[in-house]
DNA sequence: CATGTTCTTGCATGTTTATGCATCTTTTGT
DNA sequence: ACAAAAGATGCATAAACATGCAAGAACATG
């Protein structure tokens, strides 16, 4: 076996499975564990692994500006996250737009489903693992370096164009009476087209986004179809009475 | 048994089986392995196959995404893209596609020019620091994952509605006499759709792009109007008759 | 047909690369 | 803290490689 082929080879288990054990490439190959070893150290030098004791992983993706509030909240995050990418349906269209939050998401869909996914931030579309069964559109224009996403009259028009099952929106206030509200008037322009645009209305919100009011409304808290909260970060009553699907994630640490 | 013949096999074996073994093609023609190897060599310049120890491999399908390549060569890419970097002017509308060279270079743009940045790379998007005097447009369209940009009609459409005063090109190939060459088709549109639309055509290549030929043409090697390699990297004269202004970048280590 | 040129090929040469092994150091789990 | 597993490092070797050269075939030209 050729040792390009073998470097190949380790780069598909890696892209795979997220991990490689040294002893299982030495034996699967047929070659020593020094030569494994020395696979691996050639990887890590390109930066397609990261070493580590007992063989190699991926490495940590870096996606940009949404990357720094990524961490915040980090486990919160990835359990709203995985809630939330199980709602989507395998065929469907899925518009989502920028926060750290639909950053965790994009990241947690099922890598299984056939998905066309529609995003106007760049962040999203270089985060999202590289899937064949991911169709991925990006939403151009002025890009807004503070929000991470394309805005504007462009991004608009765009989005227009295209009629989604489900939009995961990443909302700035959630509040029963008052609605869906954006921090900004440009954000909440293409968040207004993305949700005319779509059968359903998914928000992941963490607890600070609850009973926060932004200045510009989206929509009535009616239109939301799903919604995805902290178990505990407030009464999921009021919200089910407007006949929105409220799926409670439990946030405990270890038991 | 004819060259040309040869050479037609050993394509067809390589694109049944993703690869062939140097020895087992001189004993399959009956030719010496230095004859396979000159064989090798020359599909390898074509683009049809990559040279590795001991045989070849079809093209690198993916050599992976964007920030994976990122690492690779890392100090001889941040020269070079320090070097390219200055050759941009206030004012300037710049275009930059994908490769990550380019994102090197826009990590490297001068931050105190007031600079219109278009890209059909998210993740040149995400990376170029905040900065309020630089106005970024994204390219959208559909993304594709393995090049981590944004190609087709809908980004060439894009492309079309801007005029740029330099482009920045993230070459495949580049050769005084068959000129800049790119890997794929939909990659090739874009760039010559960019190239079109640029006053000044920019490559900053590393070493391994020069004398490589890829099977799509961009452009005549004369249309490049500002050429940055690393010294010594391939003698710059034929360019320089070409009427390309060749920058030399100093690739020393460590005295 | 004669002659000069180009192209291909194989061989000899010196160099580089991949690999496994031995030895020593580091990390990990108990 | 200690033993076992994993890793690093240096070395030896065989295979693969590049390069220059020469013989012969194919070709062009007069």
């Keep these: 076996m050729l040792t390009d082929e073998r470097l ?14 040294a002893n299982d490439l030495a034996a699967k190959f047929g070659v020593s564990d020094d030569t ?11 930066g397609h692994c990261r070493r580590v004791y007992g063989g190699a992983l991926l490495p940590a993706p870096d996606t940009g500006s949404l990357s720094v509030r990524t961490t915040d909240r ?10 939330t990418a199980a709602l989507v349906r395998n065929g469907q ?7 750290s939050t639909n950053l965790a998401i994009a990241q947690a869909l099922p890598k299984d489903l056939t998905l066309m996914i529609v ?3 760049p962040a999203i579309a270089t985060a999202l693992s590289k899937n064949p069964k991911h169709t991925i559109m990006v939403l151009g224009g002025l890009y807004d370096q503070s929000k991470g996403a394309c805005l504007g009259l462009q991004t608009i028009r765009e ?16 509040d ?31 607890t600070d986004k609850l009973s926060t009011i932004a200045p510009f409304k989206l929509a009535d808290a009616a239109r939301i179809d799903h919604l995805v909260l902290e178990a505990g970060a407030a009464d999921p009553e ?18």
């Design 8 to 21: 190949d080879a380790i780069r598909q288990l890696l892209s795979e499975n997220g991990k490689v054990l």
């Design 36 to 46: 494994v070893r020395r696979d691996l150290r050639e990887l890590a030098r390109l």
């Design 74 to 83: 980090a486990d919160q995050k990835a359990r709203l996250a995985t809630a």
């Design 93 to 99: 269209t899925i518009f989502i737009d920028a926060s």
């Design 119 to 121: 995003t106007n931030a």
């Design 159 to 174: 989005a227009e164009q295209i009629f989604a099952d489900m939009f995961i929106l990443g909302a700035c206030g959630i």
């Design 176 to 206: 029963t009476a008052l609605g869906v509200t954006a921090l900004d008037a440009s954000e909440a322009e293409i968040k207004r087209a993305m949700i005319a645009r779509s059968s359903l209305l998914t928000i992941a919100a963490t």
């Design 238 to 255: 009021p919200y089910r009475r407007l006949d929105v699907e409220v799926h409670l994630v439990t946030t405990d640490g270890v038991p």
